[in-house]
């Protein structure tokens, strides 16, 4: 059974630009998660998704949204992008709900110059 | 919220030593992981223990969920055990897994 992907692996975009990032879940898999990580805050929750409904959001402002599909991908959108929203992004799928066990995807690794 | 802290931070080995990371928790946990973060950022399933004790090869793992923590033994460490080790946990009513600071690790050969 093929893992979690996510596209692009690395992107370089500009400050003031928009980014779109995307999730495919393991197949079956209907919770998908996301969060940031960066050297000074660490793995940070961004928002949960499960059956096309964002269920939590973490502490992030407005300029971070994401969507999920029928077929439970999801993606996740950052508009005008600062300099301090270099991170990796990793999404994570589980099969049911969030109560059940997480797993990765390798991330995307955004620059923002 | 909850707090979840890693100890110790930094931890380095000779090749063929054992360790013990722990993990505390502030809350009553649902869910409970352990991962190892590689170098190229990806974060491997170690244990899904929100209680009890599980092992798989050279590693396992015990959380007591009553006392609030969960420990990872990592036996007869080799190179490739280098990199961070991240506990996560969710509690009841939330959507989310609260991540630990992480445990860096380096083996020396």
């Known amino acids: 059974k093929a893992g979690v992907t996510q596209t692009p692996r690395y992107l370089i975009k500009t400050r003031g630009q928009q980014v779109t990032l995307s999730c495919s879940p393991i197949?079956?898999?209907?919770?998908v998660s996301w969060y940031q990580q960066t050297p000074g805050q660490g793995l940070q929750f961004l928002f949960e998704?499960?059956?096309?409904?964002?269920?939590n959001k973490g502490n992030f402002p407005g300029r971070f949204s994401g969507r999920q599909f029928s077929n439970s991908r999801s993606e996740m959108n950052v508009s005008t992008l600062e300099l301090g929203d270099s991170a990796l992004y990793l999404c994570?799928?589980?099969?049911?709900?969030?109560?059940?066990?997480?797993?990765f995807g390798p991330g995307t690794r955004l620059t923002v110059l | 919220g909850i707090q979840v802290e890693q100890s110790p931070p930094d931890l380095i080995l000779q090749e063929g030593a054992n360790s013990t990371l722990r993990c505390n928790f502030s809350?009553?946990?649902?869910?409970l992981q352990w991962f190892h973060q590689n170098p190229w950022g990806q974060l491997i399933n170690l244990f899904y223990i929100p209680s009890g004790t599980k092992q798989n090869g050279r590693l396992s793992a015990t959380t007591v969920a009553t006392e609030r923590y969960s420990l990872l033994y990592i036996s007869s460490s080799q190179t490739t055990d280098s990199g961070v080790y991240f506990c996560?946990?969710?509690?009841?009513?939330?959507?989310?897994?609260?991540f630990g600071t992480g445990t860096r690790l380096k083996v020396l050969a």
């Open positions: 998704y499960f059956s096309e409904t964002q269920r």
């Open positions: 996560a946990v969710t509690t009841s009513g939330t959507y989310k897994y609260i």
């Open positions: 809350d009553s946990v649902n869910n």
């Open positions: 197949s079956g898999h209907r919770s």
């Open positions: 994570a799928s589980s099969l049911v709900e969030l109560y059940n066990e997480q797993f």
